[in-house]
C-alpha cells in the first residue's frame, strides 16, 4: 500500500460553526476550505496543520455516518477517521482485499477536495476508521 504521508484527520463534529473558532485558535489558520459532500451526507471544513489536514465533518442528515458516529458517542464529536495518501486508491483497495482487510468500499469515489476515495472497516483495522486518498491527477 505504502501511503506517503497522513492526509488527514476526520473530526465529527456538531456544528461547523460553533467548532470552526476553536481550531481557528489551535491551528492558529482560519479555515481555508468549506465544501459540502453531498453523496455522503456532510459539510466538511479544513484546517492545515503542518503537512496534515484537519477535516471537520458535520452531518447534514440524520441519515449521514457522522450522524449515526455521534449519536453513538453520546451526542458529542470526536475523532472520527484517519486517512492515509495512497498512490492509487483502487490498487490499495485490491491490496487490503488480499490481505483480508474488510471494505466498506469496493471501488473509489469522490470525496472532498476533489480526492477519490474509499474506507477499510474499523473492524479489521483495530478499531479506526480507514480513509484511503488518492490526489487528483
Not at 62 to 70: C, L, R, Y
Not at 76 to 101: P, Q, T, W, Y
Not at 115 to 120: E, K
Request: with cysteine; hydrophobic share 40%.
Amino acid at each position: 500500500m505504502n501511503p506517503t504521508h497522513i492526509e488527514h484527520l476526520g473530526i465529527a463534529v456538531t456544528s461547523l460553526e460553533e467548532a470552526m473558532p476553536f481550531f481557528e485558535f489551535l491551528t492558529g489558520q482560519k479555515c481555508y476550505s468549506i465544501e459540502e459532500v453531498a453523496d455522503q451526507k456532510v459539510k466538511t471544513a479544513f484546517f492545515k496543520v503542518g503537512e496534515v489536514k484537519i477535516e471537520l465533518l458535520e452531518a447534514t442528515s440524520p441519515e449521514s455516518s457522522i450522524a449515526k458516529f455521534i449519536e453513538k458517542n453520546g451526542g458529542r464529536g470526536g475523532v472520527h477517521h484517519v486517512a492515509f495518501n495512497v498512490e492509487s486508491v483502487e490498487e490499495a483497495l485490491k491490496e487490503a482485499e488480499a490481505a483480508g482487510i474488510q471494505l466498506i468500499d469496493k471501488c473509489p469515489r469522490p470525496g472532498a477536495e476533489h480526492l477519490m476515495i474509499a474506507f477499510l472497516h474499523p473492524k479489521s483495522t483495530k478499531g479506526i476508521l480507514t480513509e484511503l486518498c488518492e490526489q487528483p491527477k
